[in-house]
């Protein structure tokens, strides 16, 4: 396809996707208990080889593949998307044993993955994270570490450090089964002194709490008090995780503005059904102007969000060098789009769509936190400006530099 239109192959595969979403795993979603992994959704988007397609995707595929979801099930949309944040570090940087002992059970189901980046002081600022990695040549397997199927220090014993801090607002924490965190190995380096670890859910002194959040999935925080990792623990190079973390979201942003793009549109559609049928004034509500042109409005908005979703993630799949500024636009656009459109569709159903259960109280609930998540809406526009900045300083650097050879 081109970013501008699907061709008729990839529109039927969003269409099964939506049919499936809403068929098959909603009903899954609405038997679990809020704030707690679900995991037997998990599983079945592993039988269903949709997380076997979070490695073997490119960045448009995956748009796609959350948009569609997200229209049906957005608790499968989330459930899908944090095990390819948690996981996708071990694929792209972690060894041939990280990847053996974990992806096959990711991929599976079996296994749910998180993404430890925020800290209480370092939310949006994840270049200030402060959990300390301090070195330790005792660790290794005499001083306690290992994994839940017995596994020891390997070739990284006595080549290690020990992890003190806490990290918080994680998705799927503490419930989840391993988790890729960063941490600080190098005091006084900004974003160059930061490392990323695999890390068990199991390891000793590794501890975490739920956080009573509106939110469908777990949300936890971390307490770290000298938990043990080795050098075969280390995902990439030492000092060098916070490309691991920018590489990661630079990856997932174009696709969470496609999660938003989801529930737009879901929102969308109920409300110019609703309005179709919905009589009042003497007619129907989509005969009043104001209301026709609010939806002409909002649909544009959401096509646009949509067209740049695309866009960007395209971009990423060709490899091109603007990428960070495309996808903090598609999720800037996205999200604040999605949060328009859900909140007019509520004003325009009325107080039923703020009763519990309605599709819209639902949507109203799930669509502020992407506003917030992998980078607020703030620290997007700062990218942005950062790199069109940097585009115009580049751009007279080279005209002065052919100026000079004239």
């Known amino acids: 396809m081109s970013e501008f239109a699907l061709d008729p192959k990839e529109l039927q595969w969003c269409a099964e996707l939506r049919a499936l979403a809403a068929e098959r795993l909603q009903p899954l979603a609405e038997e679990a208990e809020p704030g707690r992994i679900n995991r037997p959704l998990v599983r079945v988007l592993g039988e269903l080889g949709l997380l076997e397609r979070l490695f073997t995707s490119g960045s448009l595929e995956l748009c796609l593949m959350r948009e569609s979801l997200a229209y049906g099930c957005t608790e499968a949309e989330t459930a899908l998307a944090l095990q390819g944040l948690g996981a996708h570090p071990v694929y792209a940087h972690g060894t041939p044993a990280q990847r053996a002992r974990w992806l096959p059970q990711v991929r599976e189901g079996s296994a749910v993955a998180a993404f430890a980046l925020s800290e209480p002081d370092a939310g949006s600022d994840a270049a200030a994270l402060a959990l ?55 005091p006084g380096a900004g974003a160059r002194g ?101 939806l002409a409005e909002l649909a544009t908005r959401t096509e646009a969000a949509r067209l740049l979703v695309y866009a960007a993630a395209a971009a990423y799949d060709r490899g091109e060098p603007d990428v960070p500024r495309r996808a903090a636009m598609a999720k800037l656009l996205a999200t604040e789009t999605a949060q328009q459109v859900v909140d007019a569709a509520v004003q325009l159903h009325g107080a039923r769509a703020l009763q519990r259960g309605h599709l819209l109280e639902h949507l109203y609930r799930e669509v502020r936190a992407p506003r917030i ?12 400006a950062k790199e069109l900045y940097a585009e115009l300083a580049e751009g007279q650097y080279a005209q002065l530099a052919e100026e000079g050879t004239e």
Request: hydrophobic share 40%; proline share 5%.
């Open 373 to 384: 998540y992998e980078g607020a809406t703030e620290v997007q526009r700062t990218i942005i």
């Open 194 to 294: 930061v490392s990323a670890f695999l890390v068990p859910a199991d390891r000793p002194g590794l501890t975490g709490t739920r956080l009573d959040m509106i939110s469908p999935h777990p949300i936890g925080a971390l307490a770290f008090d000298g938990v043990p990792v080795r050098r075969d623990d280390l995902i990439g190079e030492v000092d060098r995780g916070f490309r691991v973390a920018m590489g990661t979201l630079n990856l997932f942003r174009p696709s969470v503005g496609a999660f938003a793009v989801g529930m737009a549109q879901a929102a969308l559609d109920a409300t110019l059904a609703h309005t179709a049928e919905r009589r009042a004034f003497g007619g129907r509500l989509k005969d009043l102007q104001s209301v026709a042109h609010q």
């Open 132 to 186: 300390a990695a301090e070195r330790d040549p005792g660790v290794g397997r005499g001083a306690g570490v290992g994994d839940r199927d017995g596994e020891g220090a390997g070739a990284g014993a006595g080549d290690g450090w020990r992890l003190t801090g806490e990290k918080c607002w994680i998705s799927n924490a503490p419930e989840a089964d391993f988790y890729t965190v960063f941490a600080r190995t190098t």
